[in-house]
């Protein structure tokens, strides 16, 4: 019994340390709302909540689907103009390698200059096998930062090298990066693709949308619009 006694009170004490590391996380986790909305807005086009269509996406920048399912929702864009807006956020997937630290370049080009932010994805889409896992499994972390920093330098010009180079080691970005992963988690993201619209998740969520799912999804939604003043009442149904 004697030599039991320290045991259970090793067993009482490390299941307090438990529970008290616990709350410190909730606490943690219900302080972590960040300063601004998560996302990166297509072309500085803000949603008008009166009448635009709002197409929120969660992408990762190493995923294959990702890459695909981008021209086509970019031409949609195109085609509807203004009733569309679109924000991407960064999902980075953890069996994707290479996926935090291309969003996290994301982040800090965004912060950099805003209007580089697409161009930079696009760039990550279309150069995508630079940084795939098997492309980069014999990399230190160091080496694929640093191929990173080059890819962004030569991607967003303008000398960005040194900056790009700090935003790397600056806890803010890495923070932004988070964020936007925990923001995903938040709103059930287990995958991408993954697309709502008008906050609304898509039923095939975390596939690729073609051109014509696209339009059998937006079609209806503007044709309602266009009589909003009658189908007011029906939300309240
Ligand atoms: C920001 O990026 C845009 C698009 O890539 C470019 O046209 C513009 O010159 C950049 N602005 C600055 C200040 O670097
Ligand atoms: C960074 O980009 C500039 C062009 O904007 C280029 O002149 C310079 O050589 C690049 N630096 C590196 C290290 O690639």
Same mark, same amino acid.
């Given at each position: 019994?004697?030599?039991?006694?320290?045991?259970?009170?090793?067993?009482?004490?490390?299941?307090?340390?438990?529970?008290?590391?616990?709350?410190?996380?909730?606490? #943690?986790? $219900?302080?972590?709302?960040?300063?601004?909305? +998560?996302?990166?807005?297509?072309?500085?086009?803000? %949603?008008?909540?009166?009448?635009? @269509?709002?197409? =929120?996406?969660? *992408?990762? %920048?190493?995923? $294959?689907?990702?890459?695909?399912?981008?021209?086509?929702?970019?031409?949609?864009?195109?085609?509807?103009?203004? !009733?569309?807006?679109?924000?991407?956020? %960064? *999902?980075?997937?953890?069996?994707?390698?290479?996926?935090?630290?291309?969003?996290?370049?994301? #982040?800090?080009? /965004?912060?950099?200059?805003?209007?580089?932010?697409? #161009?930079?994805?696009?760039?990550? *889409? =279309?150069?995508?096998?630079?940084?795939?896992? $098997? $492309?980069?499994?014999?990399?230190?972390?160091?080496?694929?930062?640093?191929?990173?920093? !080059? *890819?962004? /330098?030569?991607?967003?010009?303008?000398?960005?090298?040194?900056?790009? =180079?700090? &935003?790397?080691?600056?806890?803010?970005?890495?923070?932004?990066?988070?964020?936007?992963?925990?923001?995903?988690?938040? !709103?059930?993201?287990?995958?991408?693709?993954?697309?709502?619209? /008008? &906050?609304?998740?898509?039923?095939?969520?975390?596939?690729?949308?073609?051109? +014509?799912?696209?339009?059998? @999804?937006? +079609? %209806?939604?503007? /044709?309602?619009?266009?009589?909003?003043?009658? =189908?007011?009442?029906?939300?309240?149904?």
């Amino acid at each position: 019994m004697e030599i039991l006694k320290p045991k259970l009170g090793l067993l009482i004490l490390s299941a307090l340390l438990f529970v008290f590391n616990l709350s410190i996380w909730t606490i #943690h986790g $219900q302080g972590s709302i960040p300063a601004r909305i +998560d996302g990166f807005v297509y072309k500085n086009h803000l %949603p008008d909540y009166a009448d635009t @269509i709002m197409i =929120e996406a969660f *992408f990762d %920048p190493v995923c $294959q689907d990702c890459r695909d399912a981008w021209p086509t929702l970019k031409q949609i864009l195109e085609d509807y103009g203004p !009733r569309l807006s679109l924000i991407v956020h %960064p *999902f980075a997937l953890a069996y994707h390698d290479n996926a935090f630290v291309t969003s996290r370049a994301l #982040h800090i080009v /965004n912060k950099l200059n805003a209007s580089a932010t697409y #161009h930079l994805l696009e760039q990550f *889409f =279309e150069h995508q096998e630079n940084f795939y896992n $098997q $492309q980069t499994f014999a990399m230190s972390r160091a080496s694929v930062v640093d191929h990173i920093v !080059r *890819f962004v /330098n030569k991607t967003v010009g303008d000398d960005s090298l040194s900056a790009v =180079e700090s &935003g790397f080691s600056d806890s803010r970005s890495d923070l932004a990066t988070r964020i936007s992963f925990k923001y995903g988690c938040s !709103r059930g993201v287990m995958g991408t693709p993954y697309f709502f619209v /008008n &906050g609304f998740p898509l039923p095939n969520a975390g596939s690729a949308v073609d051109y +014509d799912g696209w339009r059998s @999804i937006i +079609d %209806p939604l503007i /044709n309602m619009q266009g009589k909003s003043g009658d =189908e007011t009442p029906h939300f309240f149904l």
